[in-house]
Every structure is written in structure tokens, then in C-alpha cells.
């Protein structure tokens, strides 16, 4: 395969072996080296950790605080807590007892510095966000003496893994093995503070880049995929292999191990070298390698037409074990799919490209997950409804049978209409009202304000705005007013929006950080609603009517003296939510023309009125179907005939499943 | 014992002989599910009657409408529509009425008038109850141990199996419910048929003070045993027989259905779910003209009353379709002798209707 990628060159002659570029991507901030050894029947893991941090924070440094997710598997952590009461987005653990398999945990046997010595006496747990002191997900070292700016300490440690029965994202089903977040990690020293939160319910990580070095030693009949680039293969007298992966430019590493993967390869050569799409599908699964193969190859072209090229040399794809909870995760150049033996839907294809995405949206532009969540999910959900739409088609990218159909866009909008208004989309992803709040605002109201958002800027220039995001921030970390800000820029350059000479809309929001200037534009009444705010936008269309002008004398019976006939119509459109956005209104005559007005939606009500030879069929708020933010569509339009089909049919299907029901209940007597 | 009609031939003519019960059901279920659909339809008109967004869902079937309509239902004012459900414990109620009936008329050659259904239906409405109550006990003693059974077989599959075998190997298991669960709905159905037959014997008029519903039940259970027993294969094969001709209709008439989601009209989808409905409760009519064959050519032994006065016992009825018992055929087993003879010297007979 390297013979294949090698000859598939860019012009570019690649230096790194695992990018497609000639020089370092990122700021390399840490370097990991890390010796492992699974145990595949304990399902354990012992490792020896080698951790290179560079302090790049222009302060000295008198400790660092480490990230162990494992530890959140314990009933007593504040991930398995807020789990059990305000649920979490994988397993629930609602019952009330804590099975034995499912605990997990990382443990630091022994922890020293170059030049600073054994240092595990100095390890204690933190619980910065909550004060759980039996959390255990963040362990701080105090250095006996602190490290300068500009220089590296070098840690040495020892740890051992229990993997739980897969709960969210990483442990074990029968004899798969996820490792995700396995390894202790330190926080990011971000705008002049350690950022590591503890591992909550609903949320994911956030990390600086760097390289990573892994051996991984496991038993001979163990198919291994990870991040990074394979390195080597070597086999050892007690029946296992090593093997090697090296990944640079990365933020996290990961790794998945089954007996039962059977390998599809693909390779796309984008604008910067040849990719190879490694897919690791099970044998139980035998369409899901090809399909994960064919709609990444399609991703991978759409993203780098769209935003920019993916610049490392691999992706590989997993598809884990059924019934885990482990299916459609992103980590870097890797991922997780979703499929099933039977699958006659798009899920697979669409989890596989919304997994993908997050290697721009989380891999690359490396967002803070914990405070910043839409900037991942969000952001890759709404381009996700973009790139299907293109593959797969609008309104069947999820369903595309002869007799029903269903599209992203719509689950997106469905998702973020069933809890539009308990949470701003800028909340921290452990401070939404629950996990289901946190779900539809993160991912489906994200989506639909930046679909709406894109209908008012033009797709265009919404597009060019996602590349130029995409571009800048890459390799950074970016935050929710860099992003408004970069889209703000591109509108008012193409001339899609104009700047407003008011004060910052920033100024006074906790957290309102960003390395790009103010911009002020128009777009900013819709920002600070959809975005930092909570209103809920319905407008609606309450009655369209005709009535003749002469109301007082007899109607003609002829057509024709009818067509002749003046008639006054009259639309009364509404506000009804809080949420305040100019609308374009279309009215429908029974002669054929069709009249669009503006309305600026400020009014709770509008009444429009037209004398003319026709009377009124239909009027529609956002003709054009842009603004989905709305969360009733079925209210902005307005037809003065009824249509009782849709009705029918949907009545007629309760009505016969509420028969087939009767007479399977009739069994019982 | 007797001649052996074919159960198949003999419970269709059963059937479509007594049509108007197998209608009348029909048309309760229909009627009792469209009474209470017809809030949700207007409900549902309300949204989609008058916007263009509809257009979705009339000449093509968009889910994602769909799902939209039923979310702003379920946060409407009054949305919720419990009643909706209510047509499913109002057609069991009438259907626990119409059944007795219906068996009465297979037996007894009675047209299926609305009104002899329901009178019969009342007339045995606390035996069947009482045999409702037994078999939901028998069935979740059965069925419920069974279904833990499942679990741990399912657990056992999806520890080791994943994929289409561990679906089948899965799927196996439930088959196995299925079948018991159909041998035990076929027992019961033969105790029903026996207990209207019971119905059908007259006794002595000062008997009638005596009725004791759950004595006449306790009766037809050994008949019922003894005649599923020794005609196990072609019972239980008919009886499985119809039950899959009745899913596969429903299935297949579903499956056209939903093909026709996308049409602008809604005739066709009416008529196919309507029709796979129909021949899945002809199927189950069927079911219970075979099993009144079985039992007309089973019928029970000729119960033998005592009366106080006369010493020895008279019997009173013949056989009502085996008038000449088999010269070899074992005495009838379910009304034990010595319980009769014990019976008879303390109490007068207990067995009328």
C-alpha cells in the first residue's frame, strides 16, 4: 500500500511519514512515547508512558494537570452521576446498582521528571468543575520547582488500564477492545490558565497537539487499527506482536483491536498527497467494508473541495462490535462507524461522514470540547447535512425508497424543534439542562442556524467563510467569536452584510475570547439570538382570504364575469415566537401571479391587503424554505383550499395499527 | 369417535356459513378504531389542511414531515389523545361477547344474528371470563418462564454470535414461544369450543338453580387435553397453518401498503391494510370453525346425571355427532365414574347450563 501511496505523489515531496506535508502542522506542544501491553482476556492494559511537554504558556509552570477518563467508570465519579440523573448520551446507567464489568480505571503506579525526581508523591486528584473529590478524572502534579517558559520536562510513568464493558466511547464488547482516552494526558494551558475539566456526561476532551510514538503488544490473532500511520510489525516468542504506529499532528491517540476485522482499503489522492481510507470492518458485517469505504472516498473529495485538504496520510475506519457504545466516535485519523447486518438505511453512510468530519472539525481546528461543543459537533453536523446532501441527495440522504423518504436536514431540524429553547448553543457541555438539551441544542439547533445562516449570507459565501474558518484555524485553538467573527468578515467583504457602528457584541459575555477583531456586522441580531440566545423563531401565516370588493351585491355565476370582479385579499402574518427576523412573505392568486413582500418581522402581527381581478390561493412566510430555524413549518403558509390527503393517510395509518393491534390482543381472550 | 372431517374444508364452511360473525367483528374493529381515530384525524387536519408544507406528505411521504406532525401533537394543547387507544379494551370487551357467540352458531346451525351473538356471548360471558383468567395465568406461567429462558439464551448468543447468525439463532428462540404459545391459545380455544358444546346439553330443570360456571369450565379441560392429544398433528399443523396464513396476508397487504405511501390518495392503502386485517380475522374465524370441527367430531362423553330420586342414574343426552360410540373405544374419561357416584349420593347433578 505505501507503494501505491508513493506513487500517487504530489508534487510536494512529503517529509513526514505520517502527513502529506513537507514541514509540522501544528505548534507541537507535547511528544508521547508509549510502551503497552493488552491483555486481551483481563482486558487490561500495563504501560510504560514517556511525556515531553514543552511550556509554550510564556509563564513558569509549578505543576500540570493530567487528564484519567478511565477513572470516570467508577459509580462514585461525576461522569457516572451526572449519567445516572440527568442521563448521558451513550449508556444511560439509570438502573441502581453498578456491575462489576463495567468499572474501569487508570491507575499511575510511578511518576518522575527528568531533573525532577519521583514526583508520585506529589500527584493528588482535582475536581475543578464540580469539587467531586472522589471523581478521580484529574490527577495534578506539583513540580518541586517550576518549569521555566520555553523549557520541556520530561515525565516518565508507569500505569495500568481497566477497561470497562463499553459505557461511552472506549472499553470492551466480547473480545473488542476500543482504547480511546487510555493513557494519562496533560490539560491545555489555554488563554492563561490550565483548561482540564473533569470527564462529565456529555462531555468530550480537548488536548494540545503533538507526536506520538506506540507500541502496542498484543495476541497474534488481534486485527489492530489505531492513529497515526502503522510503523512495524514485530512478532514475539509468546505469541503476541508489537506493533508500531506513529501519528504527529495530532491531539489524541487511539486504538481498536478485534480478531474478527476484515481489512478494505481505499485511497484518495487529494490536493496534497494520496490517503489511504484503512477500513477495519467486522466479518460479521460483510457489506459495511465497502460502504464505509466508498462514502468516506466521496467525503473526503467533498471536504477538501469545500474547506481544505485533509493533510495526513491515513484515515482509518472501525466498526465496532454490535451493541457497544462505542459506535460513531471520532479520535484523530481515526474513527467509528455504526452498521449492522442489516442496514437499508443510510446510518452507516451518514455516521461514517459525521465521524469523518470531526477530523476538521475537532481534529484539526481543535476546538475546546468541554466549553465549545457546537464549534465541534455543530459545526460538523451542519456540514455533515451539506456534504450528504450533495452525495446522497436533499431530501433522501437518510431514507430513499419509491414510497417514503427522509433527508438530513429534516432529522437535524426535528432534533433541535423537540428542545429548541432550554439552552444557548454556547453553553458548556456540562452545564445543559440534560443530556437531551445538550443533544438537540448541540448538535440539531447548531446545524439549523448555521443552514438559516447560510440562506440569509448566500451559500456561497457561506461556504467561502467555512473555508477560510477552516484554513485559519486549523491546528489551533479556536473559539465560538473566532468562528462568528470569520463569517462576519467573508459576509460583509462579498457584500452580504454591513457593519454596524455599535459597540462590541462581545464585550460583557463570560468567556467572549477570540483572536479575531470585532466585526460588528448585520448579522449580529441573528447571532446573538441563535446563537447566545434562547428565543424560539415561529412565524406564521393565521388566514389568507378573498372576499369581493362589492361584497354587497349578488356573485356572478359566470367565470368569466367573475374573473372580472374585483376582490379585496387579505393575510394576517404572525410573530409568535420571541424570536425577531425579517421575512420575505409570497402570495399565490388564482390568475397565476405570484406577489413577495418583505416584512422585517419586528410587529407581532402583519396585515397585507390586495384589490385585484383574483382572489388569493396561498401565502407563505420564506418561500424559499431557508429559514429552519423555524420551528413550525407547517405554519407559514396559508392555502385557501384545504387538502385533507395528508390528513387521511396518516389517520388511516393509526387506525389500522391500532386494528392490528386489537385483533393481536384478541389472542388473550 | 368418529368420523375425522377435514378440519381445513369443514372450519372455512363453518366460517363463511356464519359470515355475518366474522363481519361483525370486522366492523366493530374497523369502526371502534376509525370512532377513536377521528380526533387524532381532525387533530392532525388542523396542522396539515391548509399549508403548503403538507405537500410533502400528499403526493410523496416525507418521514421527516411526518415526525414533525407528530411532534407538534405530542406538544399541542390536549394532544396527547389517550382515548385514541381506547378502541383496542372496547373491541376486546365486544369481541369477548361475540366469540362465545360465534361458537354457539358454528354448532348449533343458529344464523349469526347480531343479536344471538351477543345473547350467547352473555349467556357465557363469566365462563369466558373465567377461562380468560386461566389462561392469562397458564399463559404468563408458560410464556414468562420462557421468555426469561430467551434472555438468557440471548445473552448467551450475543456474548459470542453477532450478525445475521446470532439474528437467527435469536429468532429461533423466539419461534420456539411462538409455537408454545400457539399450542397453548390452540388448548384453550378447544375448552372454549368445549364449553359452548357443555351449553348445548339440556338437564334437568331443577338443575338450573345449580349453576356453577367454574364447575362446567373445570369440565372441558380434560376433553379439551385428551381430544388435543390424540389429534395433536393435525390440530396443531392446521392451527399453525392459519396463523401464518393470516400474518403472511397482513404482512404482504402491509408491505403493498406502505408502497403506496407516496400516491396522492388514500384508497389504495386503505383497501390493502384493510384486506390483510380482514383475511388476518378470517384466518382466526377459520381457526375456530376447524377447532369446532375437531370438537363436534370429539365431542364430549354423554354426561351421565343422577337425580335424587331414581337410585341409577339416567342419561339423559346422545352424543350429539357421534350417536353410535365405537364399540372399542375406552369409556369416556372425563367425567370420572366415582365422581359422579360420589357426587351422587350428596348432591344432585351440577351440570347444567
Known amino acids: 500500500m505505501m507503494a501505491v501511496l508513493a506513487a500517487a505523489a504530489p508534487v510536494a515531496i512529503a517529509q513526514s511519514i505520517a502527513t502529506n506535508s513537507p514541514g509540522p502542522l501544528s505548534t507541537r506542544v507535547v511528544s508521547y512515547d508509549i510502551e503497552a501491553r493488552l491483555d486481551t482476556d483481563r482486558k487490561s492494559l500495563d504501560a510504560i508512558e514517556t511525556i515531553t511537554y514543552k511550556n509554550l504558556t510564556g509563564q513558569p509552570l509549578s505543576s500540570i494537570p493530567f487528564h484519567l477518563y478511565l477513572n470516570a467508570f467508577r459509580p462514585q465519579s461525576t461522569f457516572t452521576r451526572e449519567t445516572h440523573f440527568t442521563g448521558g448520551i451513550r449508556d444511560s446507567e439509570s438502573e441502581d446498582d453498578y456491575p462489576d464489568e463495567k468499572l474501569g480505571s487508570i491507575t499511575i503506579s510511578k511518576i518522575s521528571a527528568d531533573s525532577y525526581g519521583d514526583l508520585t508523591g506529589g500527584m493528588h486528584f482535582t475536581a475543578p468543575d464540580d469539587g467531586n473529590m472522589e471523581d478521580h478524572t484529574v490527577a495534578e502534579i506539583a513540580l518541586p520547582h517550576p518549569l521555566a517558559p520555553g523549557g520541556a520536562i520530561t515525565f516518565h510513568l508507569a500505569f495500568h488500564d481497566q477497561f470497562p464493558l463499553s459505557i461511552a466511547r472506549n472499553g470492551y464488547k466480547r473480545d473488542f477492545i476500543m482504547g480511546g482516552q487510555w493513557y494519562p494526558k496533560p490539560g491545555v494551558f489555554w488563554h492563561g490558565a490550565w483548561n482540564c475539566h473533569q470527564y462529565h456526561a456529555t462531555t468530550e476532551f480537548f488536548s494540545d497537539f503533538g507526536t506520538f510514538h506506540v507500541q502496542l503488544t498484543v495476541p497474534n490473532r488481534y486485527v489492530v487499527g489505531a492513529s497515526g500511520v502503522p510503523t512495524g510489525n514485530r512478532a514475539n516468542p509468546d505469541g503476541t506482536k508489537t506493533l508500531g504506529f506513529y501519528g504527529e499532528d495530532i491531539g489524541d491517540f487511539a486504538f481498536a483491536a478485534s480478531p474478527h476485522f476484515t481489512v478494505t482499503d481505499g485511497t484518495y489522492a487529494s490536493s496534497m498527497g494520496p490517503v489511504q481510507v484503512h477500513v477495519l470492518a467486522l466479518a460479521a458485517h460483510p457489506a459495511a467494508g465497502p460502504r464505509y469505504r466508498d462514502i468516506i472516498l466521496k467525503t473526503l473529495a467533498e471536504f477538501d473541495r469545500r474547506f481544505g485538504p485533509y493533510p495526513y496520510k491515513i484515515v482509518t475506519v472501525i466498526d465496532p462490535e454490535p451493541g457497544s457504545e462505542i459506535g460513531g466516535m471520532e479520535y484523530p485519523t481515526l474513527f467509528t ?41 455543530g459545526i460538523n453536523s451542519y456540514t455533515e447535512v451539506n456534504v450528504l446532501d450533495a452525495i446522497l441527495g436533499r431530501n433522501t440522504s437518510v431514507l430513499n425508497r419509491p414510497y417514503a423518504n427522509a433527508g438530513d436536514y429534516e432529522m437535524q431540524r426535528l432534533e433541535y424543534a423537540s428542545t429548541p429553547d432550554f439552552d444557548p448553543v454556547t453553553h458548556w457541555a456540562f452545564q445543559f439542562r440534560n443530556a437531551a438539551s445538550y443533544d438537540d441544542v448541540t448538535y440539531g439547533k447548531s446545524a439549523t442556524l448555521l443552514a438559516t445562516l447560510e440562506s440569509i449570507v448566500g451559500r456561497d459565501t457561506m461556504d467561502e467563510a467555512m473555508h477560510t474558518y477552516f484554513m485559519k484555524f486549523r491546528f489551533t485553538h479556536p473559539t465560538t467569536e473566532d468562528f462568528l467573527r470569520t463569517i462576519e468578515q467573508v459576509a460583509v467583504a462579498r457584500g452580504r452584510a454591513t457593519v454596524f457602528p455599535v459597540a462590541d457584541a462581545c464585550a460583557g459575555l463570560t468567556g467572549c475570547i477570540a483572536d479575531v477583531p470585532p466585526v460588528n456586522s448585520s448579522l449580529r441580531p441573528y447571532i446573538d439570538q441563535a446563537v447566545y440566545g434562547t428565543q424560539v423563531l415561529d412565524y ?103 387538502n385533507g390527503i395528508p390528513a387521511r393517510k396518516l389517520a388511516n395509518m393509526w387506525a389500522s395499527m391500532q386494528q392490528f393491534i386489537a385483533q393481536l390482543a384478541s389472542w388473550i381472550v | 369417535m368418529s368420523q375425522q372431517r377435514n378440519m381445513l374444508t369443514g372450519g372455512l364452511g363453518l366460517t363463511l356459513r356464519n359470515w355475518p360473525a366474522l363481519v361483525w367483528t370486522y366492523v366493530f374493529n374497523l369502526g371502534l378504531a376509525w370512532l377513536f381515530t377521528l380526533p387524532l384525524n381532525k387533530q392532525i387536519n388542523a396542522i396539515t389542511a391548509h399549508s403548503l408544507a403538507s405537500g410533502r406528505l400528499t403526493g410523496a411521504f416525507d418521514l421527516g414531515t411526518m415526525a414533525e406532525v407528530f411532534l407538534k401533537l405530542s406538544k399541542g394543547p390536549g394532544a396527547a389523545t389517550p382515548g385514541t387507544y381506547f378502541s383496542t379494551p372496547i373491541y376486546l370487551a365486544l369481541y369477548f361477547l361475540l366469540v362465545p357467540g360465534t361458537l354457539f352458531c358454528y354448532q348449533t346451525g343458529t344464523p349469526a344474528r347480531l ?68 399450542l397453548l391459545r390452540l388448548y384453550f380455544d378447544l375448552v372454549q369450543v368445549y364449553t359452548v358444546h357443555l351449553g348445548q346439553l339440556s338437564y334437568p330443570v331443577e338443575a338450573e338453580s345449580k349453576r356453577r360456571p367454574e364447575r362446567q369450565i373445570r369440565r372441558t379441560f380434560r376433553p379439551a387435553w385428551r381430544t388435543c392429544r390424540r389429534n395433536f398433528l393435525r390440530a396443531y399443523a392446521t392451527f399453525l397453518f392459519l396463523t401464518l396464513l393470516g400474518l403472511a396476508a397482513v404482512v404482504l397487504t402491509a408491505r403493498a401498503a406502505i408502497h403506496s405511501l407516496a400516491q396522492p390518495r388514500v384508497w389504495p392503502m386503505f383497501l390493502l391494510a384493510q384486506l390483510g386485517l380482514f383475511l388476518m380475522l378470517l384466518t382466526r374465524f377459520w381457526q375456530r370453525g376447524a377447532e369446532t370441527i375437531l370438537v363436534l367430531d370429539n365431542p364430549m362423553p354423554v354426561p351421565v346425571a343422577v337425580v335424587p330420586a331414581p337410585a341409577v342414574p339416567e342419561e339423559i343426552f346422545p352424543a350429539p355427532t357421534d350417536p353410535e360410540p365405537v364399540p372399542d373405544e375406552p369409556a369416556p374419561e372425563h367425567i370420572e365414574n366415582e365422581e359422579v357416584k360420589d357426587r351422587s349420593s350428596v348432591d344432585p347433578p351440577e351440570y347444567s347450563i
Open chain 2, 115 to 182: 343479536f344471538t351473538l351477543l345473547k350467547s356471548g352473555l349467556d357465557h360471558f363469566w365462563r369466558f371470563f373465567r377461562i380468560t383468567l386461566i389462561s392469562l395465568v397458564v399463559f404468563a406461567v408458560v410464556l414468562g418462564g420462557l421468555h426469561a429462558l430467551q434472555n438468557v439464551w440471548s445473552d448467551h448468543v450475543d456474548q459470542r454470535i453477532v450478525g445475521r447468525p446470532a439474528f437467527l439463532l435469536e429468532l429461533a428462540g423466539l419461534v420456539i414461544i411462538g409455537l408454545v404459545a400457539a
Open chain 1, 337 to 377: 462507524g455504526a452498521t449492522s447486518w442489516y442496514e437499508p438505511t443510510y446510518l452507516t453512510e451518514i455516521t461514517a461522514e459525521h465521524e469523518f468530519g470531526h477530523q476538521y472539525w475537532y481534529g484539526m481546528v481543535a476546538t475546546n470540547e468541554f466549553e465549545d461543543a457546537w464549534l465541534d459537533e
Open chain 1, 540 to 642: 406564521s401565516v393565521d388566514s389568507a382570504s378573498s372576499s369581493p370588493v362589492q361584497w354587497w351585491l349578488p356573485e356572478p355565476k359566470d367565470k368569466n364575469a367573475k374573473k372580472n370582479l374585483p376582490y379585496l385579499s387579505t393575510i394576517y402574518l404572525r410573530r409568535k415566537g420571541d424570536f425577531v427576523l425579517p421575512m420575505t412573505v409570497e402570495i399565490v392568486f388564482d390568475d397565476g401571479t405570484r406577489v413577495r413582500e418583505h416584512w422585517d418581522g419586528a410587529d407581532r402581527w402583519k396585515k397585507l391587503t390586495y384589490v385585484r381581478n383574483a382572489s388569493v390561493v396561498s401565502a407563505e412566510i420564506d418561500p424559499d424554505h431557508a429559514v429552519l430555524l423555524d420551528v413550525d413549518m407547517f405554519n407559514n403558509s396559508y392555502t385557501t383550499k384545504a
